[in-house]
């Protein structure tokens, strides 16, 4: 009888849990892909069908673009999806790095994808379009879910280039965060399409028409730095989940029919990056987006480049400014002093 | 004796512009081949979808001489065709889209295909019978590339579509 219970208990509990995730590595020598196209072609399944998650991970320095990636043929559910992740040398830090760090450049569509609940962190994107066609740098295309965080989308002079385009939120909120997305003609983030109440947060975008258009669909906008944008916010935000506490070096940020929004927003601020012409979007020591975020702590709590806001006080933007430990020299002479005081030779 | 010099000094000489491709060589898992017609995922949505992914024979990536490839970037997953005397600017048209210009909307699928270019299944077919055995590629020059490479029409795809919905 017990022989046979156990039996039956592992007939049920086996089949709860799912197949082991599994990692293939991306990278120009030694791993299992040359590129993430090959690695998408290679593997493309039903993942919940097949009960399975899998992580595309690209590793070490990349000597050359990648000149596209398209993620189509697949499909996947909230527990059951692909995520693609760059890791150590290949992951987007807060300066864009067209030598060593991964990239997928090309005209109109450097990142696409059509698939839904699809996670991509850690890239670069860069599109060098720079007439009238439409080109997006991350483009979610119409699929619902997905989220895109710690990226580096970067345009060019096209009229139409955006950055990071969510088509369709769908009935989960997608998620856009800690990305940053610069010389973006048209829109920095686009998620006037999206449903379901995409969170836009921790973003930093910088020299773009407008930096986050949304519509009313639910988009939420907190802690996000607009910087050399025309038009910070357009269209009209979630009205019950409030847009606030961004940063701006306008005079204003706008949101229509949402007179609650806005709290907390910095406006008329100064410059508060390393070296806007180098690329490089590091907050600058005492600048005025330090500290001043809202906690967003019980959604994320990581940042561009592999940090952790650890330090309890939410920066505004992409990047993470963390500080060296205060007193620690100090510490060491008070002991020294202490030990001198005392007549114990140290 | 001379023969073979001239075979060597082509192959060293045309190093100089010369493109790998890596051509898919599985069927797609929703290779319409495998799922009989008439069955309820027979949308235009679901069909337009599955016409958009790779399939056999398209090529997938297009890299220049040398490559290293991954440990999967091979049999099953794809075959790898040299092209000797190809440059990456001639061969970067093989991974192109198929774009319907005629669509109304963009948010409709302007894109139809992800690849515009296919090589006949044939080839694939044959290159993977090779494989191992010869080589771990195929080598074509760039007059037998184009005779072999076939285009994908926006009205023949839409057409099947239909006659496949008429089943």
Same mark, same amino acid.
């Given at each position: 009888m017990r022989y046979l219970l156990t039996l039956g208990f592992l007939l049920i509990a086996i089949p709860c849990f799912p197949q082991a995730a599994r990692t293939y590595t991306v990278c120009?020598?030694?791993?299992?892909?040359?590129t993430v196209q090959l690695a998408d072609d290679a593997h493309d399944q039903d993942l919940p069908a097949n009960d399975s998650i899998l992580t595309f991970e690209i590793q070490n320095t990349w000597t050359?673009?990648?000149t596209g990636v398209s993620i189509v043929g697949w499909t996947m559910d909230a527990t059951r999806f692909l995520t693609i992740t760059a890791v150590g040398a290949a992951r987007a830090g807060a300066t864009y790095d067209g030598t060593n760090a991964y990239r997928t450049v090309a005209t109109t569509a450097p990142f696409f994808n059509s698939e839904s609940f699809l996670v991509v962190d850690g890239i670069q994107a860069s599109t060098t379009e720079t007439g009238a066609t439409v080109a997006r740098c991350i483009d979610m295309g119409s699929a619902p879910n997905c989220t895109v965080k710690n990226c580096f989308a970067k345009g060019s002079?096209?009229?139409?280039?955006?950055?990071i385009n969510f088509g369709a939120g769908g009935t989960t909120a997608g998620v856009i965060r800690n990305n940053i997305v610069i010389d973006c003609p048209l829109k920095?983030?686009?998620?006037?399409?999206?449903?379901g109440g995409v969170k836009a947060d921790n973003n930093t975008i910088e020299n773009?028409?407008?930096g986050v258009e949304t519509n009313t669909q639910d988009g939420i906008i907190r802690n996000t730095i607009f910087f050399n944008?025309?038009?910070?916010v357009s269209g009209v935000p979630n009205l019950t989940t409030l847009s606030e506490e961004n940063w701006t070096d306008n005079a204003s940020i706008t949101y229509t029919s949402?007179?609650?929004?806005?709290?907390g927003d910095q406006l008329s601020q100064p410059d508060p990056f390393v070296a806007i012409g180098s690329e490089n979007y590091s907050l600058a020591s005492g600048s005025t987006p330090i500290d001043a975020g809202k906690d967003l702590s019980a959604d994320f709590s990581d940042a561009i480049g592999?940090?952790?806001?650890?330090?309890g006080f939410f920066d505004k933007g992409?990047?993470?400014?963390?500080a060296a430990p205060v007193g620690g020299d100090r510490v060491l002479i008070r002991i020294g002093m202490m030990f001198w005081h005392y007549g114990i030779e140290i | 004796m001379r023969i073979l010099l001239t075979f060597l000094f082509l192959l060293i000489a045309t190093q100089a512009q010369s493109v790998e491709l890596a051509v898919k060589a599985k069927e797609h898992w929703q290779s319409l081949a495998n799922i009989p017609a008439?069955?309820?995922?027979?949308t235009i949505a679901w069909l337009k979808d599955v016409w958009l992914q790779k399939h056999k024979g398209e090529i997938v990536a297009v890299m220049p001489n040398g490559t290293t490839w991954?440990?999967?970037? +091979?049999?099953p997953n794809y075959v790898i065709i040299k092209?000797?005397? +190809?440059?990456m600017g001639q061969a970067s048209k093989y991974i192109s889209p198929l774009i319907?210009?005629? +669509?109304?909307?963009?948010?409709?699928?302007?894109?139809?295909?992800?690849?515009r270019w296919h090589f006949l299944r044939k080839v694939v077919d044959s290159a993977l019978t090779l494989w191992g055995i010869d080589s771990s590629y195929v080598i074509l020059t760039n007059a037998q590339a184009v005779n072999i490479v076939r285009e994908y029409n926006v009205t023949a795809i839409k057409q099947k579509i239909i006659n496949r919905l008429r089943q």
């Open positions: 120009e020598s030694g791993c299992d892909h040359a050359s673009d990648e002079t096209g009229s139409n280039v955006t950055g920095g983030i686009d998620i006037s399409a999206a449903i773009c028409g407008i944008v025309t038009t910070p949402c007179g609650s929004c806005g709290a592999g940090k952790t806001r650890t330090d992409a990047d993470e400014l963390i | 008439g069955t309820t995922q027979d991954g440990r999967l970037d +091979a049999p092209v000797p005397n +190809a440059t319907d210009t005629l +669509a109304v909307n963009e948010s409709d699928s302007v894109r139809v295909k992800e690849r």
